[in-house]
T-cell receptor
């Protein structure tokens, strides 16, 4: 079983829509959780960390459910510039990070 | 404050050749991790260097080796290149403690 699993999409949504991505991780010893954004042919960039209490950064909200080993990302009022691949990332021990395959989002005018 | 820098940005090699990729970590970071990202896939962990030693290794063959220098910069070496080694190679730096990686812009390797 993969360390991190994501629905690859693609998700095609109109501008202004709300879209949610989900991710599950297999190892209950996972300690830290992140969402990264990757634009086409570019490197991944940290979007936000994910905490059990949930956290929000502008239009983005991340949630972690440790009991279900489930992470989510909600994007409200989608913008064209949100089009990218969103990578779910978990850190189990040391500094090794495990990446999902990414979820592709296209926001349509 | 310089981020993570990688060189070269693009590289074309012939099957069977050897290649060396280079990475300079972000200022203040002491740990360097290397990832391979094939088209349409998430990054796959190759190995991580800390204090000039390989601290962790992913599921990659011995053809993949690395090194970290006293200034924390790192090299990734791949011997006996295969067509399947064609990918984006990402270097990520970090420092001890919680927090995410900072990625370099990657080296796109094409093996022909």
């Amino acid at each position: 079983r993969k360390e991190v699993e994501q629905d690859p999409g693609p998700f095609n949504v109109p501008e202004g829509a709300t879209v949610a991505f989900n991710c599950t991780y297999s190892n209950s010893a996972s300690q830290s959780f992140f969402w990264y954004r990757q634009d086409c042919r570019k490197e991944p960039k940290l979007l936000m960390s994910v905490y059990s209490s949930g956290n929000e950064d502008g239009r983005f909200t991340a949630q972690l459910n440790r009991a279900s080993q489930y992470i989510s990302l909600l994007i409200r009022d989608s913008k064209l510039s949100d089009s990218a691949t969103y990578l779910c990332v978990v850190n189990r021990r040391g500094n090794q990070f495990y990446f999902g395959t990414g979820t592709s989002l296209t926001v349509i005018p | 404050d310089a981020g993570v820098t990688q060189s070269p940005t693009h590289l074309i090699k012939t099957r069977g050749q050897q290649v060396t990729l280079r990475c300079s970590p972000k200022s203040g970071h002491d740990t360097v991790s290397w990832y391979q990202q094939a088209l349409g896939q998430g990054p796959q962990f190759i190995f991580q260097y800390y204090e000039e030693e390989e601290r962790q290794r992913g599921n990659f063959p011995d053809r993949f080796s690395g090194h970290q220098f006293p200034n924390y910069s790192s090299e990734l070496n791949v011997n006996a290149l295969l067509l399947g080694d064609s990918a984006l190679y990402l270097c990520a730096s970090s420092r001890a403690g919680p927090g995410g990686y900072t990625f370099g812009s990657g080296t796109r390797l094409t093996v022909v």
